[in-house]
């Protein structure tokens, strides 16, 4: 009898699982493309329950308003700038920003708004400057070779004591995950029966069951290590 997993649960495409993005303030983003500096001031700071950081507010100077990830150290009042000096706040193609600098919100094509490095207190550093490119490396300390022309914001990112505070109560940790629609408590394969879970029985919790499995696999035995490159310890 075939087990109906987390996986296959997800699969059908029920709410249950769906992020709620309509409860979310807006994406935030580098502003529109353009090739001359603007001056832009920071008039709030919101929360939004997509993102992990606060969001800053910013009104330019040719009237377009941009919700911007908030780096460290900027207030409400603050001028920002697109273009011109290598300043907290400021966003800039890679080319033009110095080795060494903490930078965030890195794009992957240039003009998409950002991609990468948008977590709370993260950054990211310009390591090197090729013919093809713009050497950076991410948080994960992988190096990552970026078009030229890819914008960046200065800084690192505001928040970043968020994981340092316990949630102490489970009550809690449940309405983080319930605020985008993650599963929690997340219950393993081996604790659970074995009507459930290929991995659950009470008979033993023998750790030898997770063998890997192939990508191709259907969804019923599509689990324990899938696709794996290697298993066991790294020698």
Request: net charge positive.
């Amino acid at each position: 009898m075939g087990k109906r997993l987390i996986q296959q649960a997800r699969g059908k495409g029920s709410p249950t699982y769906r992020a709620p993005s309509f409860r979310y303030q807006a994406r935030s983003a580098h502003k529109s493309l353009g090739t001359q500096m603007i001056e832009g001031i920071i008039v709030d700071f919101i929360t939004c329950q997509g993102h992990s950081a606060p969001l800053a507010q910013v009104q330019y100077q040719d009237g377009e308003d941009v919700l911007m990830l908030a780096p460290e150290g900027l207030k409400v009042g603050d001028k920002v700038n697109y273009g011109g000096e290598v300043v907290i706040g400021t966003s800039l193609p890679l080319h033009a920003i110095p080795e060494g600098t903490a930078i965030h919100n890195i794009e992957q094509q240039p003009g998409d708004g950002g991609k990468f490095c948008r977590a709370s207190g993260t950054f990211a550093k310009v390591i090197g400057k090729q013919q093809e490119g713009i050497v950076v490396q991410l948080p994960s300390k992988k190096q990552k070779l970026f078009h030229a022309s890819c914008r960046a914001t200065i800084g690192v990112i505001a928040g970043g004591g968020r994981t340092e505070k316990p949630f102490v109560k489970a009550g809690k940790n449940y309405h983080a995950h319930r605020a985008r629609n993650k599963l929690y408590p997340h219950i393993s394969g081996g604790a659970q029966n074995a009507v459930d879970h290929p991995f659950g029985n009470s008979r033993s919790s023998r750790k030898s069951k997770a063998r890997p499995t192939s990508r191709n696999a259907p969804p019923g035995r599509k689990v324990g290590m899938i696709g794996a490159r290697r298993t066991g310890r790294k020698k």
